[in-house]
């Protein structure tokens, strides 16, 4: 049963996604997909196109910056990234928005939004309420946060993948974030 | 870790009376053993001596030479003002309809740990957890990650109700935790600043800019190591010249001669402007600095110029505000622009009514002289606090209890509490957005002092008189466990185990194992076992939960085990010699701020939206509120000695911090006995208005104005300019007459006087130094002041 209800804050900038699905890396926090040449992130939503035996294929969609067609972005400023294709062609663009067609292990896919994103909320939850009271995710924008974790992270002695796996976090359920965190 | 008692007695003066009273004791009783603990605390890390199960002396570990707060530990331990057992206020208990507006005015009721741990796990069992306020949120009564109170609050709350409401900033900060990310890109206040290292050789002009270096870093939110003691009398022999802006003569600006500038209070921005203008018109200004590190400067300039509202910002038009020549802002300017200059601003500034644009302020003046980055140049926020220019050793020190995730959104900004409690519901603006103030039911208070440090306490108490519930842990009869309903009495730091969190706040450099000195002799508990007793009548799970399944030395052997220490030190060897040491590396004491931005913006952007210095925000002018702008603007605070007020109330009360308190801690201490006048908090007035309103040194005055009236010994000083009094924040609150609502403050708490009205719409946070009063000369009798007396309580 899904516990969480998913809120695609794409839709105000034009893109319709019902996530379906999250990608879900045991370990890390990227998802290498070396024969298609793209690396996918953890947690991000995908909508499910088809399935066959143990290998799903999703659709990523998001935005692209005008300097590099490779990255897919969650949302307009660029923070937060879904994916990276280095095979040309497979991201499709249309202005500044972006679709990717990758074809992921069954293992590689949950529909828990929570289990997905386990490693960054848990490291956030237990590195950044050490010393002050736990602030809420959604108070904040992703630039806020930016600012608010770099200040602090020196203080949490948080390692560089952990810094990487909190922020990523961070930004995905900020205030112009693409997810929200369970009631 | 024994000495015997001959020894110690050779050093040691207070074991001396010791012996002298206990006379008649036998040989065995009068050599028996002397122990000798180590543990710490905020105010620097010690060893006790304990003879016969009692603390017979503190003294510091290592050099410090001004170890006199923490020797008043040992008096805090055995004071009259110790919450023995637990209470329940009488009309509480008893379930009377008007208990709650009988808060602070009638007897506790002595009651069975068993049954009061049922009783407030009842309480909080029927409040909604958006209904439940954590009072505790950012208290700091002592430094053990074990035992801390504001995480342990959370940690319970989250574990058994999936949070509660928390306060958004803090009161000592709030304004710019809230500004300074999105001007700089980082909160400025807590971070590492420059090391000493780089600014005794560079430096050449150090501003004081409300900056009291030498009181402010005599405590710790770790603990307090006072190295910088070392590094200020190198300061002083260094050459630099140093300036204090600031209505008072500092403990800092008399020490190191400091040329100082006596501003009225609040006017600090429109100093900053008349600086600015003046640099601008005179071409003075560093355009390259502007041009490649800064953002938006092209639409603040018109503002400077008067372009936007007819005003011109002229050292003219500043001088007349802030009663500083303009020939004497044109000097500073010109001295900062030809100098290396480093700006220390302070927190005390940006408490006060439009206190977001102050750090905002020196940040643009700071980019405009260009030096942003050099070594030993530019601004720094937090060069007074928690051992700021210490090297860091950047170690991990132990670990320590998460909180976990807090399911409840509904937050109170620091200053809106009264209004909170007053008017639930209420619908205000915050950072760009409306925030609905939650409807308060249930506060808990563990380890801290709301009605002390939150402003308007007049206004607070009728507030908290319409609470269901107010429970506190605290191990003394604060101010605030005097209004509660249910009191829990916790243990001190002397009487429980516990690790030290990584001391000091920035060099980090030390572990301390704070050992339990002594059995406390009361029913006291330790606050971790509170929660954990409270933890149980939710259920077997939360309880696990809270616990980890772990007592509290497998807590303190699994947080020392994530330090970095615990990889060549055993924490036997650490628990036995009461510390573990980090060396700082040679690199640390290089550290210039924002010294890679300087030197590569590109590579080592600032985290704000433009990757520079903010010096215009579309985000903050988007907000469209007429008290907070785009960019630094000069907004009249509601209260000062520039306005019509003082006509009725002709003195500016500031109230900064505390000079042998760490805010309220040690004031039921002997200490406060060095300082207090006739049992009152002092207040420091100009010799030229203590003529005007005929009082003079050592006299009780009342000050009063709309909000409150309050009691104060009076010091007749040079030390404050005219028109300004000071009355140090911290003191106890206790009102003459508790039966009485409003009724005078009897022991000089300033924030009887001082307003809840918050810095603007932006941040809402406290803004308690803008404050206008009146004093007159007390004649007649007056009660004793009764802050650190307890209430009346009864045995069942």
């Not at chain 2, 709309?706 to 010091?715: A, E, I, M, S």
Request: net charge positive; with cysteine.
């Amino acid at each position: 049963m899904r516990l969480f209800i998913t809120v695609v804050i794409a839709c105000i900038f034009g893109i319709g996604l019902q996530a379906e699905l999250y990608i879900y890396t045991k370990k890390g926090i990227r998802l290498p997909l070396e024969k298609q040449k793209v690396t996918l992130y953890n947690g991000i939503p995908v909508k499910k196109i088809s399935s066959q035996d143990d290998r799903v294929t999703v659709q990523v969609t998001g935005f692209v910056s005008k300097k590099d067609k490779n990255k897919l972005f969650a949302t307009r400023n660029l923070k937060l990234l879904l994916a990276v294709a280095t095979n040309p062609g497979i991201l499709k663009t249309k202005g500044d928005t972006g679709v990717l067609e990758v074809t992921v292990p069954k293992k590689s896919l949950t529909d828990d939004m929570e289990e997905a994103w386990a490693t960054g909320s848990d490291l956030f939850y237990d590195k950044c309420t050490k010393c002050h009271h736990t602030r809420i995710v959604e108070h904040h924008s992703m630039q806020d946060w930016n600012a608010l974790f770099g200040s602090m992270k020196y203080k949490a002695k948080t390692t560089e993948a952990q810094n990487e796996a909190i922020l990523r976090f961070l930004r995905a359920f900020a205030k112009d974030g693409i997810l929200k965190e369970s009631e | 870790m024994t000495t015997s008692r001959r020894r110690f007695l050779q050093g040691s003066g207070v074991a001396a009376t010791a012996i002298m009273s206990t006379s008649f004791a036998s040989a065995t009783q009068l050599f028996s053993t002397v122990k000798k603990i180590p543990s710490a605390s905020h105010f620097g890390a010690f060893y006790a001596y304990v003879q016969d199960g009692k603390i017979i002396d503190i003294e510091p570990q290592g050099k410090d030479s001004r170890p006199t707060m923490m020797k008043s530990l040992v008096d805090r331990n055995y004071s009259n003002s110790r919450i023995k057992y637990p209470y329940v206020r009488k009309s509480f208990l008893e379930g009377k309809e008007n208990n709650k507006s009988l808060r602070g005015k009638e007897e506790f009721v002595r009651v069975p740990w068993e049954e009061v741990i049922k009783l407030v796990a009842k309480k909080i069992k029927e409040t909604p957890r958006d209904s439940i306020y954590n009072g505790t949120t950012d208290g700091w009564a002592h430094p053990g990650l074990v035992n801390y109170c504001p995480t342990l609050t959370g940690r319970f709350f989250n574990t058994v109700k999936g949070g509660s409401v928390n306060l958004d900033g803090d009161w000592s900060t709030g304004a710019a935790l809230r500004t300074n990310p999105d001007v700089v890109g980082d909160i400025e206040v807590y971070s590492l600043q420059t090391a000493h290292e780089q600014i005794l050789p560079n430096t050449e002009v150090y501003v004081m800019w409300g900056a009291d270096l030498f009181k402010t870093n005599k405590i710790d939110f770790a603990v307090a190591n006072r190295k910088n003691d070392e590094y200020f009398l190198k300061y002083k022999k260094s050459g630099m010249r140093f300036i204090s802006i600031d209505p008072i003569k500092t403990e800092t600006a008399k020490m190191f001669d400091a040329e100082c500038i006596h501003i009225r209070p609040n006017t600090d921005v429109a100093l900053m402007l008349g600086m600015m203008q003046y640099l601008y018109v005179t071409k003075k200004y560093d355009s390259d600095f502007i041009k490649k590190y800064t953002d938006g400067f092209e639409k603040f300039v018109p503002y400077l110029l008067g372009k936007t509202d007819g005003t011109p910002k002229t050292p003219e038009w500043a001088a007349k505000i802030t009663e500083v020549p303009a020939s004497k802002i044109k000097e500073l300017a010109n001295l900062f622009v030809s100098h290396r200059t480093l700006i220390a601003g302070n927190w005390s500034m940006q408490r006060a009514h439009h206190g977001e644009q102050v750090h905002w302020g020196i940040i643009t003046l700071a980019s405009m002289i260009g030096q942003v980055g050099l070594p030993g140049g530019g601004f720094a926020f937090s060069l007074h606090y928690g051992g700021g220019g210490q090297a860091s050793a950047g170690k991990n020190g132990p670990g320590g209890f998460s909180q976990g995730r807090n399911k409840v959104k509904a937050i109170i900004p620091a200053s809106r509490l009264n209004e909170t409690l007053l008017n639930p519901g209420k619908v205000i603006n915050f950072m760009g957005e409306k925030l609905k103030l939650p409807h308060i039911k249930l506060m808990y208070v563990a380890g801290a002092n709301t009605v002390g440090h939150q402003q308007d306490l007049n206004e607070l108490i009728q507030g908290i008189r319409k609470l269901d519930t107010l429970i506190v842990q605290d191990p003394w009869w604060t101010p605030t466990a005097k209004m509660a309903d249910i009191v829990l009495p916790a243990t001190t730091i002397l009487e429980r185990d516990d690790i030290s969190l990584l001391s000091g706040s920035y060099s980090g450099d030390r572990v301390y194992a704070m050992k339990k000195i002594v059995d406390t002799p009361y029913e006291a508990k330790d606050d971790y076992e509170i929660y954990a007793l409270l933890a149980k009548e939710f259920g077997e799970k939360e309880y696990k939960k809270f616990t980890d399944g772990k007592q509290v030395m497998e807590h303190i052997k699994a947080f020392y085990g994530q330090s970095d220490a615990a990889k060549t030190i055993s924490f036997e060897k650490f628990w036995e010699k009461g510390y573990v040491e980090y060396k700082i590396p040679k690199e640390a004491y290089q550290y210039v701020r924002q010294g890679d931005f300087r030197k590569d913006p590109v590579k080592n952007p600032l985290k704000t939206k433009s990757g520079k210095i903010q010096i215009y925000s579309k985000k903050f002018a988007d907000f469209g509120y007429d008290d907070f702008k785009g960019h630094v603007t000069w907004f009249e605070p509601a209260e000062w000695l520039g306005s019509k007020l003082v006509d009725k109330y002709p003195l500016h009360l500031l109230s900064p911090h505390a000079t042998y308190r760490k805010h309220s801690q040690l004031d039921n201490t002997w200490i406060a006995g060095l300082y207090k006048i006739k049992g009152r908090e002092p207040m420091r007035i100009n010799p030229k208005d203590a003529k005007k309103y005929g009082i003079s040194n050592g006299d009780l005055v009342e000050v009063y104005n709309d909000r409150g009236r309050l009691l104060v010994g009076t010091v007749v000083t040079e030390d404050i300019r005219e028109g300004v009094v000071a009355i140090e924040e911290g003191t106890w609150y206790s009102p003459e007459d508790p039966m009485q609502d409003g009724s005078r403050g009897n022991s000089g708490q300033p924030n009887v006087l001082t307003s809840s009205r918050p810095t603007s719409q932006a941040s809402q946070s406290c803004a308690a130094n803008t404050v206008l009063v009146a004093v007159k000369k007390i004649k007649g009798d007056v009660v004793p002041n009764q802050a650190h007396l307890m209430p009346k309580v009864t045995k069942i």
